[in-house]
Every structure is written in structure tokens, then in C-alpha cells.
């Protein structure tokens, strides 16, 4: 499985210790960056990672900042994403299940590696349940014109 990833500043070291994690599971990694903690605007990196997801370059995406807040929102503006912060393991969980989110946002100030690991590791295992929720996910793109 393939995965897009990218941090701005504050989600640059979480993004390193993600990807070598990922790796050793057999993950692909796709890094959009940052590449060093030097200060810099998350819309530029979590719009990039959010576009491979969204043209099938990869399977799924990862986005990290402080908060989770900045890179969902951005990623969440690339038609076809379906972006979910997750700050607990049955929003990862309900994220798949429910809306069938394609990236996840992590906010790096906000938890620790083991939590953000098992965070990942629900969000890139659980199945999305369909049914009723096909309805309402594609409503969302309706409204958003795809
Ligand atoms: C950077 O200081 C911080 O604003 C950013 O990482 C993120 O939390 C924004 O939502």
C-alpha cells in the first residue's frame, strides 16, 4: 500500500518517525516533505499530498501539523479528499468506517508517537463499511460539484 505523506514545521519530526514506523510495516512512502523543522506554511506541503491521493498516486495520505487543524483544512479544499483529524483511536476508527476518509491529519502537539502509531494503524486497517454511508459520502461531493 502506498502512502502520501507531508508536515509542515511543527509535524516534521511525528512525519520522520511515521515514515521509518510505516516502512519497517511494508508501507510505500511518498514524503511531499517538509524535509528539516526550518518554519514554513503547511498549505504548502498538505495541498501536494492531498493531490496524489486525490489523482490514485497513492492509496492514502498523512498529513501532520501542530494541530491537525491547518492540513485537514487544506487537504480537505482538493476535490475528491475526504480528510478526518483524528485525535483518538475511535475517531480513526468511525474515519474509515463511517466516512470513508482517504487522508488522515495528525496534530503533533497534541500526542505522543505510540498514540499517533496506533492512530495510523486503525485508520490504514479499517475497512469502509458502505451501505447507508455511500449515500452521505457522496453527498458530500455532490455538494462540492464532483
Ligand atoms: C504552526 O505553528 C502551527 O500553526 C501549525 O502547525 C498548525 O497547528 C496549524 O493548524
Redo the contacts with the bound molecule.
Keep these: 500500500m502506498k502512502i502520501s505523506i507531508a508536515s ?4 516534521f519530526a511525528l512525519k520522520q518517525d511515521i515514515i521509518k514506523w510505516l516502512k519497517e510495516n511494508n508501507y510505500e512512502i511518498l514524503d511531499f516533505g517538509a524535509f528539516n523543522s526550518d518554519s514554513v506554511d ?1 498549505p504548502d506541503y498538505a495541498f501536494p499530498a492531498a493531490e496524489s491521493v486525490a489523482s490514485n498516486e497513492s492509496d492514502y495520505g498523512i498529513v501532520i ?3 491537525g ?3 485537514s483544512i487544506t487537504a480537505n479544499k482538493v476535490a475528491g479528499i475526504r480528510c478526518a483529524n483524528c485525535c483518538n483511536l475511535e475517531m480513526a476508527k468511525m474515519s474509515r468506517l463511517h466516512n470513508n476518509a482517504n487522508v488522515l491529519a495528525l ?1 503533533a ?1 497534541l500526542m505522543d508517537l505510540d498514540m499517533a502509531k496506533s492512530i495510523t494503524k486503525i485508520f490504514l486497517e479499517t475497512e469502509f463499511e458502505g451501505g447507508r454511508h455511500i449515500r452521505r459520502v457522496d453527498k458530500i461531493h455532490s455538494i462540492s460539484g464532483l
Aim: overall charge neutral.
Design positions: 509542515d514545521h511543527a509535524g503547511y501539523c501542530g494541530t487543524i491547518g492540513v496534530g502537539r
